[in-house]
């Protein structure tokens, strides 16, 4: 991952080019000018974040073979799932890998990290 100074650097370009394109602000989305730009940054750090979060959980997992956490054996692909999650400024919709162990009967969903320690 980038240092946090080269992802300032990168949100000072796209916020110069996203205020180019979109134009002014628009004072009625808040009480105030400043209030205004804070709304409409918050709109944009939300559907950033929703994004990102969707980008992310479709290229942590291979769909081609995952083991079961419960029992190890190699579990069978059944497509991707969707899944709602609750983050800090409400709900994000993720499309997950899913998994089916036949021993266990039972749903997965690996993340893709080996090691969690």
Excluded at 45 to 51: H, L, M, P, Q, V
Aim: aromatic fraction near 8%; hydrophobic fraction near 30%; include cysteine.
């Amino acid at each position: 991952m980038a240092s946090s100074v080269e992802i300032q650097e990168r949100i000072k370009f796209y916020a110069r080019a996203l205020s180019e394109e979109l134009g002014g602000v628009d004072e009625s989305l808040g009480v105030c000018w400043l209030d205004a730009i804070e709304n409409q940054a918050v709109e944009i750090g939300d559907a950033f974040t929703r994004e990102l979060a969707q980008q992310q959980s479709q290229c942590r997992v291979s769909p081609d073979e995952s083991t079961c956490p419960g029992c190890g054996k190699l579990g069978r692909y059944r497509g991707h799932r969707q899944r709602e999650l609750v983050g800090r400024r409400g709900p994000i919709s993720i499309a997950e890998v899913e998994y089916y162990c036949p021993c266990c009967r039972k749903s997965f969903f690996p993340d893709g990290r080996r090691d969690r320690s």
